[in-house]
């Protein structure tokens, strides 16, 4: 079936923010599918509230709305632009439960909009959990069975028909408290019947335990006319029970026989055909190691993480695929891009191994837990190409930027190894590692851990050989350790070699069939071999510049870099540059075969990235819009002769040293807040003193970070010193003055003669809390025309000053009606997406330009201030703390969001308004008739500024609730409070929390480390019950702020980007 | 780790590790793209007189399982990247190396397969020699030809091998079948009598089957002209279904004609389209010789290769036989075919 010309405008639902197990793989999707959608010559309606996407670009679709991703919001721009058609497989979760709400009311029928793609039906049967158990009964595909029993005699009815082992759980019981595996009915008696006295309701479930069978996922596509492929097998290092976003993975599927293979390729494509899929869709299998017993786990009937990955580790591209097969076309029409001579209906044949490695967040939530379970915790992920497991692992740990290059990593705590073996956390892979170098046998670690066989004795192969080289090095040993995927300064530290005979890596091409044809897209991978086909590979003859991408996304570190990544690539060729990627991340755009001229798969490190070079031989390499894992190349880069384009690696590092910023400072007589470096308990007291409280704390070369603290007074230094101090520090501690004043940020392009700020950001909360975790808002708010001026000058003299040619993001704080500047960073911010999309300047490709020699007046778009327009834009940030329940979610230095979304509108509170109904941050308030209350707790120092919010929300009619402390000074102001006991007393505020009088809670003052774990617990109720929960007072007068301001998801303007008024205002 | 060689016959040389027997050999050089069924490819007897190079990088994963075996193993010798030294797997009984010990086959690790992969796409299928020596000229290894391939793997005896409940007689002609092709029809209530290759068409019909089935095998298809001319006396008195070897067969039987290709399909991923339905299936495929499509008398294409458009399944109505180039029966590969001996059964019930 050709091209459905009934299609003619369809709207996508994009995944808005990245949160954890959603994250930049929905934009690679999303924008794949725009493409395609307009490649068709389909009119393509977008919404999306994450800013920081490639999909949300101007030319990938026609019509795109920033706004909340509800189903209220969704109705109001499908009843304003009456598309005929809505593609919801692509947005992740998300776009997919919208769909299906607005399907399930009859929205869809009612305005004659059809669903492409797969039918709500066929969703509905993969989703629902009864619905599912059911059809895959109807089908005879097996699920993990289980039955529910309310007494004893049942529960060993139940287990005799599902077989021993069984795991036994508690109905109502927190963390399962209560349950436990029996192995037989003895056992099960004893475990049935603690199981019901510990339920509430009588009640366990009893469930077969398979606890050690292997995870394998297979990706797979189906089109309308039924026929069906398996695109990619998957497997997990761990076995069942590790969430497949949180395991190492391989594919192809390593430990399977044909036998076992077929057997779950077949069911998997027997479950797409019984559901009626079209399009791609994952299915999860648990597979007995010791028989052909398998258990059907899940099925995600539309793009995912795993999705992407496949399409990155096999070359096939699922998402785009997807979207032809919902536009009308069968899989045998379809072209496949990378042969140009086959056809899409067929399966990728691996001529090498892929091993995926996940990103934790935990350097930035010090005494989380590390424990991995069936709840994600990663942020992101990497992946490697290679000849053997053991390089595609050596390749993808010290990709994953965790500061490490080969498996040793020094354990977290002083536990046996033997001990720490049977916990699976993120540090698991090491623990094994460590337990095989210190002579524990492969089998004895099967047992504890459940890992197979297989893959530990490829660890083993490593070990082996790092005993090998500790002996010294030889030239048969050299060869090996390369094939073996370590680095020559690993080796180095290893065999205690002084010298290294050295040896370039050749290329691979990633090909789809296992060079059965010829390749026409140019996705390499490193290998030993004697041939090298990057080399070999015809080029245009154009100068060749390469860009390095950003790596796993991270806290800090999120798709924002791979946007602008993107457009430099696409501004280059456009130039006529041939362009080479660098970048070891599956979910993104830039790793895409077809964003730049050649794709190079490979790790950001100094050696794998100069072999490439080495091939390439670029005229310029570009570091700007990487993140920090570009950046902390170019010294690098710069010593061995490479040039750097933009910003020199000179100006680079006059803005990172700290005091030769500061002398550049001194000079131009700007402003920074006064610090110093300090040793000792004493020399900080001393400092503080000096500087005068409040002060920021922080050891200089933070790791991980979370060491950063505003402190109020001597107790407060005495107290963190002393902890410092404990852990023994290298480097001072700086400490600096905190000023609690407007921060305010400003993304700068120079060409080195001339300036160009596309606009001036100022965040709701004061200084203190990270740039990245505030609410900003565009154009600033309370900034006078001659501050504005100021922060214009300053930031044109330190831009040009530090030579930049290109980018750079300059953070200020505005005390006292002083400017200070906070920290310069000379590359491409966080913000630059966000700001380039609202005022229509394409900042990374005037960048781009500007690095490789044109001048801003050449091109055209201004100089100084760019003019205001009639928006206001707001950027707000979103945490994933539903999947991370144990962290501190307090706000402060630290950052901690993982995503953020835009809201833009007319006033400032309207943008606010939908930024903060994107972030989820909405609230029951007396204006919708509700009930509604305010918790509020703050500190000391904060008791001065809370009346007058006090005042705010008693007028808005909401009720108050204070903590002692703070229910005086608001009684004192004359309003009536209720007091609730302190959390630490009592469970006052948790029962006011669930009955429902308290809406949002104001809770300051979590700073000391002995009141952290009550936030910690009050935060997470709240979580449980969705009320927001604020560590700021700048927040919540913001808030208090959106509510006064009367909007609703039904009275805002619907802002078309692409439409935008261009007027200024 | 001891050395030893590849040696192509347009000369070039490839250095590697010896594993398996300690022999050399030589043989014609082919590759499959077959991610897992080594053991299947290995016991493959249409594999004879080949040697067999896996482009993918991990062979012996999960050990030798005799359960799984298709036929004896009759490959000349066993290329790979990385052979498994300590496979997992709950049925695995030995490795990868001491099958091929055992079986007497020399096997070369730690070789660039994609490499000379890309060289047979590029020059076709050539033969070579594994050697633990440099040999001093390639006139042996260019002399090298495949003869005699059927006579050498077909059964020396018939056999019969019951269905549990009987429901048709099927003669199976042996020409280096798969196991799981008896398998598959054994399944379907088929009782299966295996005959060697050069049993005549009367012996066969005196035992009045319900259906024959031509097996797949090894070689030049036509190198077989006897069974040929068997078969064509078969055709029309006895439903007939053909794979692989016996799809060529059939073929040639009824006019057509056969030619080599450059480098064949081996692989578990190969496109096929079913003329009738436009349905397209993953097959699992090992053939160096096609049937040229525009040859075709007295039948119609009814698969397609989705991929290059070459025959892989022809419809004889009025002979009341078809056939096809892949293989239905998978082992390696994918069952996604496995209806078309659901087909052969309704054939049979007339």
């Not at chain 1, 993304?747 to 003669?753: A, F």
């Not at chain 2, 001491?98 to 007497?104: A, I, V």
């Not at chain 2, 036989?321 to 087909?343: I, K, N, R």
Request: hydrophobic letters at 40%; charged letters at 20%; a negative charge.
């Amino acid at each position: 079936m050709p091209l459905n010309k009934q299609i003619k405008k369809v709207m996508v639902i994009g995944s808005g923010p990245i949160v954890i197990g959603q994250a930049a793989e929905f934009d690679y999707a999303g924008a794949q599918a725009c493409r395609v959608l307009k490649e068709a010559g389909v009119n393509v309606v977008l919404v999306n509230s994450n800013p920081a996407t490639i999909m949300t670009d101007k030319a990938l679709a026609d019509e795109i709305y920033l706004e909340p991703l509800t189903e209220e919001t969704v109705k109001r721009i499908l009843l304003k632009e009456k598309p005929d058609s809505l593609l919801a497989g692509l947005g992740g979760q998300t776009g997919l439960t919208i769909a299906m709400q607005l399907d399930k009311d009859g929205f869809l029928a009612q305005n004659g909009i059809r669903l492409i793609g797969t039918n709500a039906e066929a969703i509905d049967k993969a989703e629902d959990r009864r619905l599912f158990k059911e059809t895959m009964q109807s089908i005879g595909e097996p699920t993990i069975p289980s039955d529910i029993a309310n007494d004893v005699k049942t529960a060993l009815d139940k287990a005799e028909q599902i077989g021993y082992p069984v795991i036994v759980r508690p109905a109502f019981t927190l963390g399962g408290a209560g349950g436990g595996v029996a192995y037989n009915a003895e056992e099960l008696e004893g475990i049935a019947k603690t199981g019901l006295d510990a339920s509430p309701i009588t009640q366990i479930l009893v469930e077969k335990y398979i606890f050690g069978w292997k995870e394998i996922e297979f990706e797979t596509m189906r089109d309308d006319a039924g026929n069906v492929i398996a695109v990619c097998s998957m497997e997990n290092f761990d076995p069942v029970g590790v969430h497949t976003g949180d395991s190492i993975v391989v594919a192809p599927a390593l430990t399977l026989s044909d036998k076992e293979y077929q057997m779950l390729r077949s069911a998997s494509l027997h479950i797409i055909s019984a559901l009626g899929i079209v399009g791609g869709c994952n299915c999860q299998f648990a597979l007995n190691p010791e028989s052909f017993e398998y258990a059907v786990i899940e099925v995600n009937p539309r793009v995912s993480r795993s999705s992407a990955l496949a399409s990155k580790a096999t070359g096939y591209p699922i998402a785009k695929i997807t979207t032809k097969i919902a536009l009308g076309y069968t899989l045998d029409e379809i072209p496949n891009d990378i042969t140009g001579k086959t056809c899409a209906c067929f399966e990728p044949a691996l001529d090498y191994v892929v091993v995926k490695f996940p990103k934790w967040p935990f350097d930035k939530f010090a005494g989380a837990s590390r424990a991995l379970g069936t709840q994600m915790k990663a942020t992101g992920e990497v992946m490697a190409i290679a000849e053997s497991f053991e390089e595609g692992l050596m390749k993808a740990v010290r990709g994953a930027e965790i500061g490490l290059d080969t498996l040793n990593a020094a354990p977290l705590d002083d536990l046996p190894v033997s001990e720490r073996l049977a916990m699976a956390d993120d540090r698991r892979l090491f623990t094994v590692f460590e337990a095989l170098k210190s002579g524990i046998s492969p089998e004895e670690i099967a047992r504890i851990t459940k890992i197979d066989l297989f893959f530990l004795y490829k660890l083993q192969n490593l070990a082996d050989y790092e005993n090998r080289i500790s002996c010294g090095m030889t030239e048969a040993l050299y060869q090996e350790g390369k094939k073996l995927g370590y680095p020559d300064e690993a080796l180095k530290r290893l065999s205690g070699a002084g010298d290294l005979p050295g040896m370039d890596a050749s290329y691979n091409m990633v090909d789809t069939c296992g060079a059965e044809f010829d390749a026409v897209t140019p996705y390499f991978y490193s290998t030993h071999g004697r041939i090298c086909e990057a080399r070999a590979f015809p080029r245009s003859g154009k100068p060749v510049i390469m860009v390095l991408g950003s790596g796993p996304i991270r806290i800090g570190q999120g798709i924002e870099f791979d946007y602008s990544s993107v457009h430099c690539v696409w501004t280059l060729k456009s130039m006529g540059y041939d362009v080479v990627i660098v970048n070891n991340n599956p979910e993104t755009v830039s790793t895409d075969y077809d964003t730049a001229d050649r794709l190079y798969f490979e790790p950001l490190t100094p050696e794998d990235v100069m072999n490439i070079i080495k091939v390439e031989k670029p005229v310029g390499v570009v570091v700007a819009f990487g993140g920090q894992t570009a950046i902390k190349l170019t010294k690098f880069l710069d010593q061995n002769g490479v040039s750097i384009l933009g910003t020199s690696a000179e100006g680079i590092d006059l803005a990172e040293d700290r005091e030769r910023f500061d002398a550049l400072l001194e000079r131009f007589s700007i402003k920074r807040p006064k610090g110093a470096g300090v040793n000792t308990l004493k020399e900080a007291l001393c400092a503080a003193e000096m500087l005068g409280y409040p002060v920021l704390l922080r050891p200089s070369y933070v790791i991980g970070g979370q060491n950063m603290k505003i402190v109020h007074d001597a107790k407060e230094v005495r107290m963190y010193m002393e902890r410092i101090l404990a852990q023994g520090i290298d480097n001072p501690v700086l400490v600096d003055k905190y000023m609690a004043g407007k921060e305010l940020e400003v993304d700068v392009i120079s060409d080195g003669q001339d300036v160009l700020i596309p606009g001036i950001m100022q965040h709701i909360e004061r200084a203190g809390v990270h740039s990245g975790d505030s609410i900003a808002v565009y154009p600033p708010y309370s900034i006078d025309e001659g501050m504005t001026r100021h922060i214009v000058e300053c930031s044109e003299k330190l831009a040009l000053a530090l030579g930049t040619k290109g980018l750079v993001n300059i953070q200020y704080l505005i005390y006292q009606d002083e400017l200070y500047v906070i920290e310069v960073n000379p590359r491409a911010s966080r913000t630059i997406p966000y700001i380039s999309k609202v005022t229509d300047i394409p900042m990374v490709d005037v960048a781009s330009r500007v690095m490789t020699g044109q001048t801003l007046r050449e091109i055209g778009c201004g100089t100084g201030l760019h003019p205001i327009p009639p928006y206001y834009a707001v950027k707000a940030p979103v945490f994933s703390f539903e999947k991370l329940t144990d962290v501190n979610a307090y706000l402060g230095p630290e950052m901690k969001s993982t995503g953020e979304v835009l809201g833009i509108g007319k006033t400032r509170e309207e943008a606010l308004f939908k930024a903060m109904t994107a972030a989820g941050m909405t609230l029951r308030s007396p204006h919708g008739g509700e009930e509604a209350g305010v918790f509020i707790s703050v500190d000391t120092h904060d008791q001065a500024e809370v009346l007058p919010l006090a005042q705010k929300f008693a007028a808005l009619g909401f009720r108050l609730y204070a903590t002692e402390e703070t229910a005086g000074t608001i009684r004192g102001g004359g309003l009536s409070v209720r007091e609730v006991a302190g959390i630490r007393e009592s469970d006052h505020a948790f029962d006011l929390l669930e009955s429902g009088e308290i809406s949002v809670i104001l809770y300051t003052g979590a700073l000391m480390d002995s009141t952290v774990e009550d936030y910690i617990a009050l935060h997470r109720k709240a979580l449980l019950l969705s009320i927001p929960c604020f560590t700021s007072l700048d927040t919540a007068n913001a808030l208090a702020d959106c509510v006064q301001s009367r909007y609703t998801q039904q009275n805002t303007e619907l802002v078309n980007i692409n439409a935008l008024e261009k007027t200024a205002r | 780790m001891k050395k030893a060689y590849l040696v192509l016959e347009n000369g070039t040389v490839w250095e590697g590790t010896a594993f398996g027997a300690e022999t050399d050999s030589i043989g014609e050089l082919v590759f499959t793209t077959g991610m897992n069924g080594y053991i299947e490819t290995l016991t493959d007897e249409s594999y004879y007189g080949q040697i067999v190079m896996q482009t993918f990088p991990l062979i012996g994963n999960y050990g030798i399982i005799p359960a799984d075996f298709e036929g004896n193993c009759s490959v000349k010798a066993y290329v790979v990247r990385e052979w498994c030294r300590h496979p997992s797997n709950f049925r695995a009984e030995e490795t990868v190396d001491r099958f091929l010990k055992q079986k007497g086959i020399p096997g070369i690790s730690g070789i660039d397969t994609r490499a000379i992969t890309k060289l047979i796409r590029e020059q076709g299928v050539m033969n070579a020699a594994i050697c633990h020596t440099l040999p001093a000229d390639l006139a042996a290894i260019r002399q090298y030809k495949i003869t005699r391939a059927v006579e050498a793997v077909t059964a020396k005896a018939p056999y019969t091998l019951p269905a549990e409940k009987e429901r048709f007689r099927v003669t199976l002609i042996d020409y280096g079948a798969k196991h799981n092709i008896l398998r598959e029809l054994i399944r379907r209530g088929c009782t299966v009598t295996v005959v060697p290759a050069e049993t005549t068409a009367e012996q066969i019909l005196a035992a009045k089957p319900d259906g024959v089935m031509l097996s797949n095998g090894p070689g030049d298809p036509a190198d077989n002209s006897a069974q040929i001319a068997q078969i064509a006396k078969l055709c029309g008195k006895v439903p007939i279904f053909g794979i692989c070897l016996g799809h060529q067969l059939l073929a040639l039987a009824l006019g057509a004609k056969t030619e080599k290709l450059k480098y064949g399909h081996r692989g578990s991923n190969q496109p096929v389209k079913e003329t009738a339905t436009g349905r397209t299936y993953i097959s699992s495929q090992n053939h160096g010789y096609a049937v040229v499509s525009e040859t075709i008398r007295n039948g119609r294409l009814s698969f397609i290769n989705a991929n290059d458009g070459t025959c892989e399944g022809i419809d004889y109505p009025e002979q009341n036989a078809f056939s096809v180039q892949f293989h239905p029966e998978a082992a390696a590969g994918p069952h996604d075919t496995a209806f078309l001996f659901d087909q052969f059964v309704s054939r049979m019930e007339g």
